[in-house]
């Protein structure tokens, strides 16, 4: 069965660091890629995706993510962080062959000391 | 405004007890899904549907129902349930043609 791994579970950051969450697929063939975010008591949004073309993708509130084949990665950064990022974010990816389904990773939550 | 709609927000049963949990969107998508989320192991799909009357298992089906009669409503069905259902669900929806869901609220779900 295809499979999404997130490899941090936890990260705690100060203010204005530097963020990279990883994100591996398990599957070879065509795939779509999210990442989305779940703020505290909230419901899942999408913070960016990936379908075809430029594998470097650009979403909302400053975050970015590359699409490396590859590597079967999609990695998700954000030059600086703010404390507002705190937050639980979900990697996630359909696959072509079963439609529409997303198969999301464990998540990594992410701390942000002010 | 266009959304999906889960009612009810918590709910606390009995085992063994019936109830359903409703998901409704506005925003005529052909595709729907049920997650339930559960700590270190991400959302995990219960059942989905790809339009009325198609309706198929996710990875975790076992003790869940669903039913597809209208494109907007998508309710989630346990029969029968148990402790190891406490959790938090989500329906989300996705239109045919873009590879990627609309989330509602969830549901938390609490069984003693």
């Known amino acids: 069965a295809q499979s999404v791994s997130q490899h941090n579970h936890h990260v705690i950051l100060s203010e204005a660091a530097s963020l990279e969450l990883g994100c591996n697929y398990s599957y070879g063939g065509t795939v779509n890629l999210f990442w989305y975010v779940q703020y505290p008591g909230q419901h899942l949004q999408l913070l960016l995706k990936y379908f075809s073309g430029d594998p470097l993708v650009k979403g909302i509130k400053g975050f970015e993510a590359e699409f490396i084949k590859s590597k079967f990665s999609f990695n998700l950064r954000k030059p600086s962080v703010q404390w507002s990022d705190t937050a639980e974010y979900f990697c996630?990816?359909?696959?072509?062959?079963?439609?529409?389904?997303?198969?999301f990773g464990g998540g990594t939550r992410l701390m942000v000391k002010p | 405004e266009a959304q999906v709609t889960q009612n009810p927000r918590y709910l606390i049963t009995v085992t063994g007890k019936k109830l359903t949990v409703t998901c409704s969107q506005n925003m005529n998508h052909e595709y729907m899904s049920w997650y339930r989320q559960d700590p270190g192991l991400g959302l995990r799909q219960i059942y989905y549907?790809?339009?009325?009357?198609?309706?198929d298992k996710g990875d975790v089906p076992e003790g869940y129902k669903v039913s597809r009669k209208e494109k907007r409503n998508f309710p989630l069905i346990l029969e029968s349930p148990s402790p190891n259902q406490t959790s938090l669900y989500f329906c989300a929806s996705s239109p045919r043609t873009s590879r990627g869901y609309t989330f509602g609220s969830g549901t938390r779900l609490t069984v003693v």
């Open positions: 549907s790809m339009n009325v009357e198609v309706t």
């Open positions: 996630a990816v359909s696959y072509n062959n079963a439609g529409n389904m997303l198969t």
